[in-house]
């Protein structure tokens, strides 16, 4: 039996899909919001330290279905290989109602001004497609505001003198310090800088009928126990459900977006929960299903007027792949620096995210989330053994000694880091899977070995006694911060997207989650993605108002 | 000290009893049984000195007393079905080189001959020596309910807070 018209149907139930349920569907729109994963609550929040959406060595808590949705990625060497949602080249979001933001650590910043302005401030750097955001910092601010106090952000930027100007403060206090807050606060001072308190999608005090923060130390990649963080999948999605003109759909599966003959797009064919080929048709549709699957969807989409994929006329969907560099410092020092105070990351500075000599741009540095002892392995320094008496020995003395400071290096977005659909692998459902490759601009790279030696002197400020630095390798991964492949930009040849986030090939196809991000920020970009979902929504509703996009 | 009151030993192995139905918990060689998924029983033998040597015991129990040999065993059934072929090549090398050097089984030499086996292994860098150290290292350090970290040995060497969950007194200890 045929599915009921209607206006507005939403691919991907996670950050940028659920803002857009909500607004379509307070403006009165009927919509359908489809989610390939499932809907999880609190009481699913077993906290298993080796199975979560963060050290998943053996599997994901929150999607996607292993089996049923392999990847193929391609090495620098040029080989390809079919990776696993757990395996770092698949670049995996988790898959479920509230997508990332459903298990994320949640911190909520925003861009700076100059991080929609990078081409113009930092000019061209060979080898990268490094270029300016068709809007500005001041186009986003009232929905940065808009996505703040609507979902609820905690913490006090009020030191931070580098950030860009905003109207109204945060809505919540930030939490109390814990130890690592209260050792890198003054030594930061002390070197000049200027730390601050992390906003975060957290409640500290009760908010939007929802409790405060319990401080556990089962925080970023796990559900959180007392539904004191903030996602989609708490806030929007409930509220767009509340206004009857919404339905959510879990465990279908986008497979194309449908055409007519003239090119315009009529709704999705999505397999359901049962495997059955479904035709959702509606007058708008909205892809969310965040970077790497947004990219796949629209190039799988073939017709006759778009051989090479929907919105690809100009070759750019897939491409220029961003995420984040991490580089980080360790420290270890010869007094306690574990206080059971969760979720660990509480302070920052960006004082590097901008102005670092002969860089085009930085990173906000920030302590890490609390390491569960498992995760501690990462944080060992290259002079301990990998194993054996010794390493043991190093594990014991130094887990409740070491602090980490760590920050997203802001990457060079490079056009051969790229998604494709895969000639060959098929997912589950026998659609092509992405295929993902490339590498790292060696800029971002410079930038990352700078960001390292701050954050060691940080460190060495804050009293280690011994200090170590890693680095993210060269080979492009998406990970949870994905973005760019559905550039936003005024020129159709040289992007994917207006500046209202609707494809230049066909204007009822909006796209609505990190891959319209020209560039990705030094910075978490979940907020960005919700601010961005407000804003595009918005003019997709005014759009609506006049024409009904037809 | 932590306390670790509610997690004792026996409710520990009870609690894992209930959870898998037989006794699986306790199978690492040192109890009677028959109750490798996986390994044989010499594999098994293999497997456990191999995980004492990269997690000895002192300061607490060693990999082998903590379970490990059995998170690996498990885990090849279940998470880590893809490596199983590893295994089974990784641990005739460990034996070959063993009785290239030392002329017997890995089980057969003495602790300075097994870390020297271990060693060369290491060095030729052989995807399955680092299989194993990241699997002993999960199962050490990882969650009980996975088959290794017996009785949290591991967090109470680290003194890590209980309950591991706050606010929950219960800890589910079977896995998914």
Redesign the interface.
């Known amino acids: 039996m045929a599915l009921k018209h209607v206006n507005a149907v939403i691919v991907g139930a996670g950050a940028g899909g659920g803002v857009a349920a909500k607004e379509l569907a307070s403006a009165g729109l009927s919509t359908v919001l489809l989610e390939r994963g499932q809907w999880y609550s609190a009481a699913d929040c077993?906290?298993?330290?080796?199975?979560n959406q963060r050290t998943c060595?053996?599997?994901n808590a929150f999607g996607p279905d292993e089996a049923r949705n392999p990847r193929v990625h391609v090495d620098d060497d040029g080989r390809e290989q079919v990776v696993l949602a757990r395996e770092f080249g698949y670049s995996n979001v988790a898959a479920c109602v509230g997508g990332g933001t459903f298990s994320y650590g949640a911190q909520a910043w925003r861009y700076m001004e100059k991080d929609f302005r990078m081409r113009s401030t930092y000019g061209a750097v060979a080898g990268s497609t490094l270029e300016d955001w068709p809007i500005t910092y001041d186009d986003l601010e009232p929905y940065y505001e808009k996505a703040e106090w609507e979902m609820g952000v905690s913490g006090d930027d009020s030191g931070n003198i580098f950030k860009a100007p905003r109207r109204r403060p945060l809505p919540m206090p930030p939490l109390s310090p814990n130890l690592e807050y209260r050792i890198l606060e003054p030594a930061a001072r002390r070197l000049g800088l200027h730390p601050f308190d992390i906003p975060m999608l957290r409640n500290t005090v009760q908010y939007n009928g929802r409790s405060a923060c319990?401080?556990?130390?089962?925080c970023a990649g796990f559900a959180c126990?007392v539904n004191a963080r903030t996602g989609t999948h708490n806030t929007v999605i409930p509220v767009a459900l509340a206004t009857g003109n919404c339905e959510l759909r879990t465990g279908c599966m986008v497979k194309e977006i449908l055409l007519d003959d003239r090119g315009r797009a009529t709704g999705v064919a999505y397999f359901d929960g049962r495997d059955e080929l479904r035709r959702q048709t509606a007058d708008v549709v909205v892809v969310s299903g965040s970077a790497v699957e947004s990219a796949r969807l629209l190039l799988n989409t073939k017709h006759r007027l778009f051989p090479n994929g929907l919105g690809n006329r100009y070759d750019w969907v897939g491409r220029n792949l961003q995420s984040h560099a991490y580089p980080a410092a360790m420290g270890l020092f010869d007094h306690d620096t574990y206080d059971?105070l969760g979720p660990g990351a509480q302070l920052a500075v960006s004082d590097y995210n901008h102005g670092n000599p002969g860089l085009a741009g930085g990173a906000m540095l920030a302590n890490e989330f609390i390491r569960l002892?498992?995760q501690?392995?990462d944080r060992i320094p290259p002079s301990v053994p990998?194993?054996?008496?010794a390493?043991?020995?190093f594990?014991?003395k130094a887990?409740?000694r070491t602090v980490v400071v760590t920050g997203p290096v802001q990457e060079m977005p490079v056009f051969n880091i790229r998604v494709q659909a895969d000639p060959k692998v098929k997912d589950y459902w026998g659609v092509p899977v992405a295929r993902i490759s490339g590498r790292k601009h060696p800029h971002t790279m410079e930038i990352q070995r700078y960001i390292a030696t701050k954050a060691e002197a940080w460190m060495k400020e804050a009293g280690a006694n011994l200090t170590w630095t890693t680095l993210h390798p060269p080979m492009a991964v998406g990970g949870q911060h994905q973005a760019g492949t559905c550039r936003m930009g005024d020129d159709p040849k040289t992007s994917v997207v207006n500046r209202f986030c609707q494809l230049h090939d066909v204007d009822n196809v909006f796209v609505m989650d990190g891959s319209v991000h020209v560039t990705n920020g030094g910075f978490n970009p979940a907020l960005t993605i919700l601010a961005m979902a407000y804003y595009s929504s918005d003019n997709l509703i005014k759009k609506w108002k006049g024409t009904r996009l037809r | 000290m932590p306390k670790w009151n509610g997690f004792g030993r026996r409710k520990f192995l009870g609690m894992g009893l209930a959870a898998s139905g037989a006794a699986t918990l306790v199978s690492c060689g040192r109890v009677k049984g028959p109750s490798w998924r996986f390994f044989t029983d010499d594999q098994s033998l293999t497997i456990q000195a191999i995980c004492e040597q990269l997690i000895p015991p002192g300061r607490g129990p060693g990999a082998a007393e903590a379970g490990v040999p059995n998170y690996i065993d498990r885990q090849l059934t279940l998470h880590l079905k893809r490596h199983q072929q590893a295994y089974r090549q990784g641990l005739a090398t460990v034996d070959n080189l063993s009785r290239q050097r030392f002329g017997g089984r890995f089980v057969q030499l003495s602790w300075v001959q097994q870390t020297q086996v271990l060693m060369d292994l290491e060095k030729r860098a052989t995807p399955f020596f680092n299989l194993i150290v990241a699997h002993t290292m999960q199962g050490f350090y990882g969650d009980p309910r996975h088959g290794g970290n017996r009785d949290g040995a591991s967090w109470k060497m680290l003194g890590l807070p209980f309950p591991p969950v706050r606010g929950r007194i219960k800890y589910e200890s079977k896995a998914s």
């Open positions: 077993r906290k298993d330290d080796l199975l060595v053996l599997g319990m401080r556990c130390r089962w126990e059971d002892p498992y501690f392995l990998r194993w054996g008496a390493h043991k020995e594990v014991r887990y409740k």
